[in-house]
C-alpha cells in the first residue's frame, strides 16, 4: 500500500516547520473544497420546476407555529369572559379549529417530502466531520491535531449506507484515538481510484470494470525529540498486526461483506499507522427524504 507523497510529507516533515506549524500559512487558511453553493438549490429547483420552493417550506414552518401561539393565547384568554362557559365554548373551537389547520400542514409538508427528493452528495466527507465533531473533546485532551490535507471537492458516493460508513468511520476514529500517543497527529485524503491504481497488497479483489473512492488515514506517534519519558516502544509490524484493535478487524468484515476492503500497516521506524479504506462506488444517482426542518437547514445560504 502506498502513501500519496503530499500526504507522506505533511507527517513526515512535521519538524522542519518553524513554530510547530503543520503546514504553511496559506494551506492552514485556504479553506477545503466545497461543492457549489448553489448545486443543491439548483436540484431541488430542478425537481420542482419553480424558485419558490424554499420561501414555500419557510411560510409553512413559520404559519405552523403562528397557529400553535394562537392556541395558547386563546387557552389564556378564556378566563377574560364573564361567562366561564363561554369561554370554555371559545377554547374549544379555537383550539380544534388550529389543530386541524396544524394536521393539514403537516400532511402537506410529508407531502412535499416524499413527492421531491434530495440528490445525494458529499456524504463521506460530512460524516467525516461530524465524527471528528462528536470526538473534539477527546481530540483535545490528546492535544492530537486533524490534518485535513486534501478532500476531493467531486468524490462520488458510495454503495454503502449511511448507517455502514458512519460504523466504519466512528469505529477508525475510537481506534485512533485509543491507540495515537499525546500530541499525536492525524491526517485525512479522499480521492476516487481505478483498480489498477491502487498498490494495496489485496488489489486482485477489485473488480476491473468499478471504480472505487479511497479513504487514506495517517497516524503518527509522539515525536521522539519532545519528550523521550512518554516514549512508548515500537512493536515489529507482524506483532502489531496480530495485536489490530478489534475495532479493525470488524470494520474490516463490514467493508468485505459490501464489496469493499481495508488494510493497515505500521511502520515501526516511522512510528507511523497508515489505514487505506476502499469504497465501491454508486454509479446512479442517489436521492434522498428531508424533513422540511432539514430541508431549510440545506438550503441556508452558506455566504
Avoid at 59 to 74: E, F, H, N, Q
Wanted: with cysteine; glycine share 2%.
Amino acid at each position: 500500500m502506498s502513501i500519496p507523497q503530499e500526504l507522506k510529507d505533511l507527517v513526515e516533515n512535521e519538524n522542519e516547520n518553524p513554530k510547530g506549524k503543520l503546514l504553511s500559512d496559506s494551506s492552514i487558511n485556504k479553506p477545503s473544497p466545497k461543492l457549489p453553493p448553489t448545486q443543491e438549490k439548483e436540484i431541488l429547483q430542478d425537481l420542482n420546476g419553480n424558485h419558490l420552493f424554499p420561501l414555500l417550506l419557510e411560510l409553512l414552518d413559520r404559519t405552523r407555529g403562528s397557529l400553535a401561539a394562537m392556541k395558547t393565547l386563546a387557552f389564556y384568554s378564556r378566563e377574560n369572559f364573564k361567562n366561564p362557559e363561554l369561554g370554555d365554548y371559545f377554547y374549544r373551537v379555537v383550539s380544534e379549529d388550529i389543530e386541524k389547520t396544524i394536521s393539514l400542514l403537516d400532511c402537506f409538508c410529508e407531502y412535499l417530502n416524499v413527492n421531491t427528493p434530495v440528490k445525494k452528495v458529499d456524504t463521506i466527507h460530512k460524516m467525516i466531520e461530524e465524527i471528528l465533531a462528536e470526538n473534539q473533546q477527546e481530540l483535545v485532551n490528546k492535544e492530537i491535531k486533524i490534518i485535513r490535507k486534501q478532500f476531493d471537492p467531486q468524490l462520488p458516493e458510495t454503495t454503502l449506507t449511511d448507517e455502514q460508513l458512519r460504523f466504519i468511520f466512528n469505529s477508525i476514529f475510537q481506534y485512533l484515538l485509543f491507540s495515537t500517543t499525546q500530541r499525536g497527529r492525524i491526517g485525512i485524503m479522499t480521492r476516487s481510484i481505478d483498480p489498477e491504481d491502487w498498490r494495496g497488497e489485496q488489489k486482485a479483489l477489485l473488480q476491473k470494470n468499478q471504480k472505487y473512492i479511497e479513504v487514506l488515514i495517517v497516524s503518527t506517534q509522539l515525536d521522539l525529540k519532545r519528550d523521550p519519558m512518554e516514549i512508548v516502544p515500537s512493536l515489529p509490524e507482524e506483532e502489531h498486526e496480530k495485536k489490530m484493535d478489534i475495532f479493525l478487524q470488524l470494520v474490516k468484515k463490514t467493508l468485505e461483506k459490501n464489496r469493499g476492503l481495508m488494510e493497515a500497516k505500521w511502520d515501526a521506524q516511522k512510528r507511523m499507522t497508515i489505514l487505506s479504506v476502499v469504497l465501491p462506488i454508486e454509479r446512479r444517482n442517489v436521492f434522498q427524504f428531508l424533513s422540511p426542518q432539514d430541508r431549510l437547514k440545506k438550503m441556508e445560504r452558506k455566504d
